[in-house]
């Protein structure tokens, strides 16, 4: 078992920035790639962005590339989503999940990760 827990949603005005932590337990972490995945009311869950679980392979969507960075620390059994230039349409519940996956970075598909938290609200106004 991996037991996931998101932090650092907020309300941010649009063109800010937020840092959204994942503070995992349980399993080994390094393990384990990670990802961010967003839901917007009345949407399906969305793929943001993954990282190898030694980080140095990353992946992210269309919609958030160059204004979001995830990353990761091993050490602190802890993801980052660092998030900039935020706009309206990144409002959603940000999920963090983890795959076992020794290599390769990461998949964009939700259903190839085992474990998931429970979320945190980011609200862009504009």
């Known amino acids: 078992q991996v037991q996931l827990v998101e932090s650092g949603g907020g309300l941010v005005q649009a063109g800010g920035s937020l840092r959204l932590s994942c503070a995992a337990s349980?399993?080994?972490?390094?393990?384990?790639?990670m990802g961010w995945f967003r839901q917007a009311p009345g949407k399906e869950r969305e793929f943001v962005a993954c990282?190898?679980?030694?980080?140095?392979?990353?992946r992210y969507a269309d919609s958030v590339k160059g204004r979001f960075t995830i990353s990761r620390d091993n050490a602190k059994n802890t993801v980052y989503l660092q998030m900039n230039r935020l706009k309206p349409e990144d409002t959603a519940v940000y999920y963090c999940?983890?795959?076992?996956?020794?290599?390769?970075?990461?998949?964009?598909?939700?259903?190839?990760?085992?474990?998931w938290g429970q979320g945190t609200q980011v609200t862009v106004s504009s």
């Open positions: 349980g399993r080994t972490f390094s393990l384990y790639a």
């Open positions: 999940a983890a795959e076992r996956r020794p290599y390769g970075v990461g998949s964009s598909a939700a259903d190839s990760y085992d474990y």
């Open positions: 990282i190898s679980w030694r980080g140095g392979s990353t």
